[in-house]
């Protein structure tokens, strides 16, 4: 089925170890998004992607490096994970906004992160 | 930039019922969209409704729709008919088309329980 994957679905850090989020999309997208699901707090944006070799910071990107060398795919990096990163992520793709009557974000199933 | 808010932490209803979870936004855009999300227990983020603020009518999709207004910058869901599987977090979003690579802002959540 076309969709988001992530990958992985869960993992457990030590502080000050490294890792990378892998989000591959199928479905031609232009725009992907790595977001962070908080409790209370919504999902919030941390770096997106407006097309192959793009990126740019969203609302809470320390801590965070992003690269998008394929159209399809777009990886998180957590260089020095810190216990303040423990969180869902998501990330999502989408075409451009328009007229199309389902035009949405579609995300992945998302990764539970947990660092101690 | 743009807010959203959820006042509404938790909601219940019984089944077969209607529930109205409400979203507040403070924009000083004119174009934007409107979304509501539902994350269901398997965390998996799907899209409910969608409005285009140029658009006055209410969108409606089967038993999800909408009251938007504008002037008060308000955009609550209703449900009508609940059902057990209706049971998950939904939430408020807004974004500017073609701006910030189209990012969603997301609302805190409302946690809604239907009852048998």
């Known amino acids: 089925n076309a969709g988001v994957t992530q990958t992985p679905k869960f993992r457990v850090l030590k502080t000050g170890q490294s890792m990378t989020l892998l989000c591959a999309q199928d479905m031609n997208h232009e725009y992907m998004y790595w977001y962070r699901q908080d409790p209370g707090m919504g999902l919030r944006l941390i770096h997106y992607s407006v097309g192959e070799g793009t990126t740019a910071k969203g609302e809470v990107p320390d801590g965070y490096n992003v690269s998008r060398l394929k159209k399809q795919n777009f990886l998180l990096g957590l260089e020095s994970a810190a216990p303040s990163q423990t969180s869902v992520y998501f990330c999502?793709?989408?075409?451009?906004?328009?007229?199309?009557?389902?035009?949405?974000?579609?995300f992945g199933s998302g990764t539970r992160l947990t660092v101690v | 930039a743009q807010t959203v808010t959820q006042s509404q932490p938790e909601m219940s209803v019984q089944e077969a019922e209607t529930v109205t979870l409400s979203c507040t936004y403070d924009t000083s855009e004119n174009n934007y969209y409107l979304f509501w999300y539902k994350q269901p227990p398997s965390r998996q983020m799907i899209l409910v409704i969608r409005?285009?603020?140029?658009?006055?009518q209410n969108a409606t999709e089967n038993r999800f729709s909408v009251n938007f207004q504008k002037a008060a910058k308000s955009f609550s869901l209703k449900i009508s008919d609940s059902q057990l599987g209706d049971t998950a977090m939904y939430f408020c979003?807004?974004?500017?088309?073609?701006?910030?690579?189209?990012?969603?802002?997301f609302g805190g959540g409302t946690r809604l329980m239907v009852k048998p």
């Open positions: 979003a807004f974004m500017k088309p073609f701006s910030e690579g189209n990012m969603l802002t």
């Open positions: 409005q285009e603020a140029y658009k006055q």
């Open positions: 999502a793709s989408s075409s451009p906004p328009g007229g199309h009557w389902n035009y949405g974000y579609t």
